[in-house]
């Protein structure tokens, strides 16, 4: 259960003990050359050091426990960070930047950037995680179209609109919309992807990038996907068009159900919670409902869990308003 009157959202030394705690178990390591000889790293004590600081022997460069995190070099006292960071992960469906500002008192532009970081903080790692299905495992597939595009959709056929002609009810469906393509495990993770342009070969990329050639695929009729199911151990469609959402072939159930769950969940927070995101940042916001889908609650992870999975993911993720590197010479 979530207490707001613990120490560790209250008291910025309680906060940074709490952090050391989960990026540290077995002591101090330097960030800078990798030290974890307890012998050779001296905690700095005195008057005019502040707490929690720590200096290598081997590099002689001091370091505390939010150096080569999203919290290195911030002004915002760690508890407040630490408080941002739970309220983020336990929203199902968000924490918009304006309510951040009200509950941690911080000015609004000091919040916005806050949760665009602790955004960083959430993108997993593809390659460490290795691809999503397997032998006899299922993925499903599809995609969506969400918020007007900011950059211009490029034709490969610019002569092909003269003869355009509108579908779904006189609409044009996704044609200035923002791309999203999604992939989820039936009883696992999802990953959603932010593509310019949704074509056979943007789509085979995303699915061949991140799912196991020997799974089975399920997606809508869409013929996107009819050359790249074709690469999968089995690929089975359901038709839409027909008012057909499901069918069982023996002991399977062949939907696209599960995806589209994970499309309402990032709808309903994009619409009630964030109520707009630029299409630059859209990636981000990817990121943090992938992140909070794959440890949901069905997988037994509950929210303590989920915020201490993510200030562990804080590690090794920078954003800053310039790059690092000016920031360093400035």
């Not at 393509?181 to 943007?202: C, D, I, P, Q």
């Not at 769950?261 to 990817?286: D, N, P, T, W």
């Amino acid at each position: 259960m979530f207490d707001l009157t613990n120490e560790i959202y209250q008291d910025a030394n309680k906060a940074r003990e709490h952090l050391e705690a989960i990026h540290w178990p077995d002591g101090p390591v330097c960030p800078h050359c990798g030290n974890v000889d307890q012998k050779r790293i001296k905690k700095l004590q005195g008057k005019s050091t502040r707490p929690g600081v720590f200096k290598c022997n081997e590099c002689r460069k001091p370091f505390s426990v939010t150096v080569g995190t999203v919290f290195e070099r911030s002004k915002i006292p760690l508890n407040k960070w630490v408080l941002a960071t739970h309220l983020m992960a336990a929203s199902k469906k968000g924490m918009s930047a304006h309510q951040l500002h009200r509950m941690l008192a911080v000015t609004y532009k000091t919040a916005w950037f806050m949760a665009h970081r602790i955004r960083e903080a959430m993108k997993e790692d593809v390659k460490s995680a290795g691809p999503m299905g397997g032998e006899g495992k299922t993925v499903e597939a599809d995609e969506m179209y969400h918020g007007k595009r900011e950059t211009p959709r490029v034709y490969a056929r610019p002569r092909a609109r003269k003869n355009f002609k509108p579908i779904k009810s006189g609409k044009s469906g996704g044609a200035q919309k923002r791309v999203i393509v999604g992939l989820v495990e039936r009883g696992g993770k999802a990953r959603t992807f932010h593509v310019n342009n949704a074509t056979k070969a943007s789509v085979r990329d995303a699915l061949t990038r991140n799912v196991s050639r020997d799974t089975t695929l399920y997606t809508d009729e869409s013929r996107l996907y009819k050359d790249v199911g074709a690469e999968y151990a089995e690929h089975k469609s359901v038709k839409h068009s027909a008012k057909e959402y499901a069918r069982r072939e023996g002991d399977k159930v062949i939907h696209t159900n599960t995806i589209e769950g994970v499309f309402s969940i990032f709808k309903r927070g994009m619409v009630g919670v964030y109520q707009h995101c630029g299409e630059a940042h859209l990636h981000r916001y990817l990121a943090e409902f992938d992140f909070r889908y794959n440890r949901r609650a069905a997988l037994k992870i509950s929210d303590a869990e989920r915020a201490q999975d993510l200030l562990r993911m804080t590690r090794g993720k920078r954003l800053t308003y310039r790059r690092i590197d000016e920031a360093a010479h400035a």
